[in-house]
């Protein structure tokens, strides 16, 4: 299992040539980038990263959740269920995506915890000409497999054809979507979590604006939420150029001489991490399909209820992108004790939210459905999801939260087992057999279970790696006291 990300220059040199800052300026910048997270309050780093985190979070999910109602305005249950369709399809190369932006955040971090920021830039450069590549290879797999993909799911006449006529026009931006993702994780790594937030806030916001205008003004119906969709990326990848490079300086043309040593380090964490992320749309693919079985209604109802959970709990996705580099810059400094204290802060968190999201829900669904225009079967759904398929959120949270740990923290590869372990035994045969049982409802109850195993084991599993890395570190330093026994002191 992969311990590390990287390992510690030789001594007394910059590991990383071709920097363009002077030692004292490049100093100077490492040391105050540092500082950020080795010190001060943990559950304020946490609140803050993560409230920051959310604006830019919640703008994106908050949008799709507004192309969806105007979608619904059009008035057609088979053009809701083509929307659940073609975003079942589109998390995928998302889910590589963000795979990727994780490895890139959790190595730019740690070098900067360690204090080099020249060995920053140069993973930051090579990991955005990787997600590049990576994100167009996806792009044009997705495309070609769009067809059968769509009918896996249960797609059928004129939702399967709406469905793939949008992802030919939204495909494309997954390119501009890879690298705005990695420089939005770039400037989580230094610390900036206001400039991380506008990546995302300002792709939002275009679609906030275009939306109504190309589906409603020019006609344009559901393809004009696609058109605004593949706009908004490149205006996100504009904003984060800007904050990656004009304003940090994090910047460099990639160094072939180099790059194959910087795959390497991001790989160690991007392979398992995206093997990880592609289980979730695995499992919920697998239960969109069970659904399309009880017809369009329960396909509508499923992608009212993804639009909603994604808004809803968006407070948790920011949470886990967000504790990544203070997790990072703690270990690369040697604090584990302050890597503990982050998770158990999490934790805590994680629950008291995702309480306070289903209390919510459930007392606000009959609204909800009034808004997506939801027929009577689809509302009928879409109330007991709030009611009590909600209650996996509990669970999906504290998996998520333990997932962000095990691949900031060098093991990815526990992050990809207990996804795929949710995905397969916690999804399959829990939702075939509470479909089986009690249908569409039942198939919830029967995804709610399956995370509840797995997220209280993840659960367990994080504090185990924590406690033997502590374990680990102390037995070291009683062999050869050094710079980390001071820093642990601290």
Same mark, same amino acid.
């Given at each position: 299992m992969t311990r590390g990300i990287d390992a510690p220059p030789a001594a007394?040199?910059?590991?990383?040539?071709?920097?363009?800052?002077?030692?004292?300026?490049?100093?100077?910048?490492?040391?105050?980038?540092?500082?950020?997270?080795?010190?001060?309050?943990?559950?304020?780093?946490v609140l803050v990263m993560t409230l920051t985190g959310t604006v830019g979070t919640l703008s994106i999910f908050a949008v799709d959740l507004l192309s969806l109602i105007y979608v619904s305005r059009l008035g057609s249950t088979e053009l809701k269920a083509s929307a659940g369709f073609a975003t079942q399809v589109l998390v995928y190369p998302v889910a590589v995506d963000i795979g990727?932006?994780?490895?890139?955040t959790a190595a730019v971090s740690r070098a900067l915890g360690s204090g080099h920021r020249a060995r920053a830039r140069r993973i930051a450069a090579s990991g955005l000409l990787i997600a590049g590549v990576i994100g167009a290879a996806v792009a044009v797999a997705a495309l070609l497999g769009a067809a059968p993909s769509l009918a896996m799911f249960g797609a059928r006449g004129e939702a399967r054809d709406v469905a793939e006529r949008f992802l030919l026009i939204a495909l494309p931006g997954n390119v501009p979507l890879a690298l705005g993702m990695a420089l939005s994780g770039v400037l989580r790594a230094v610390g900036d979590a206001r400039r991380a937030m506008m990546v995302t806030l300002a792709g939002g916001l275009v679609v906030a604006v275009l939306d109504p205008l190309l589906i409603f003004g020019l006609h344009l119906g559901i393809y004009g939420a696609a058109i605004s969709t593949l706009a908004s990326r490149f205006v996100l990848l504009g904003v984060g150029l800007h904050g990656v490079g004009r304003v940090h300086g994090l910047l460099q043309w990639p160094r072939l001489r180099t790059l194959g040593l910087d795959a390497r380090i991001l790989a160690a964490v991007a392979v398992p991490a995206v093997a990880a992320n592609l289980a979730t749309p695995f499992g919920n693919g697998y239960a969109l399909h069970v659904y399309a079985g009880y017809g369009d209604a329960a396909v509508a109802a499923a992608a009212i209820i993804d639009r909603t959970v994604y808004v809803g709990f968006a407070v948790i996705f920011a949470?886990?992108?967000?504790?990544?580099?203070?997790?990072?810059?703690?270990?690369?400094?040697?604090?584990?004790?302050?890597?503990?204290?982050?998770?158990?802060?999490?934790?805590?968190? &994680?629950? %008291? !939210?995702?309480?306070?999201?289903?209390?919510?829900?459930?007392? =606000? @669904?009959?609204? #909800?459905?009034? $808004? +997506?225009?939801?027929?009577?079967? &689809?509302? %009928? !759904?879409?109330?007991?999801?709030?009611?009590?398929?909600?209650? =996996? @959120?509990?669970? #999906?949270?504290? $998996? +998520?939260?333990?997932n962000a740990a095990f691949n900031n923290l060098g093991f990815p590869l526990l992050s990809m087992l207990f996804n795929w372990g949710r995905a397969t035994l916690g999804t399959l045969p829990c939702v075939a057999f509470g479909a089986h049982v009690g249908g569409v409802e039942g198939g919830m109850v029967g995804m709610a279970v399956g995370a509840a195993v797995f997220g209280v084991g993840a659960v367990v599993t994080a504090y185990g790696v924590v406690g033997r890395m502590a374990r680990t570190t102390a037995a070291h330093t009683r062999r050869d006291p050094g710079p980390a026994a001071l820093r642990e002191g601290t």
């Open positions: 007394g040199r910059d590991p990383l040539p071709g920097s363009a800052a002077t030692p004292r300026a490049a100093g100077k910048a490492a040391q105050q980038a540092k500082a950020r997270f080795t010190s001060g309050s943990i559950l304020r780093h990727i932006t994780i490895a890139v949470l886990t992108g967000a504790i990544g580099p203070i997790l990072g810059q703690n270990l690369g400094a040697g604090l584990h004790a302050r890597v503990s204290e982050t998770l158990t802060r999490c934790f805590v968190v &994680t629950l %008291a !939210y995702a309480l306070a999201v289903w209390l919510v829900l459930a007392l =606000a @669904w009959p609204g #909800i459905a009034a $808004l +997506f225009r939801a027929s009577p079967e &689809t509302a %009928a !759904y879409l109330g007991f999801f709030c009611r009590w398929g909600v209650s =996996a @959120w509990l669970f #999906i949270g504290m $998996l +998520f939260v333990a």
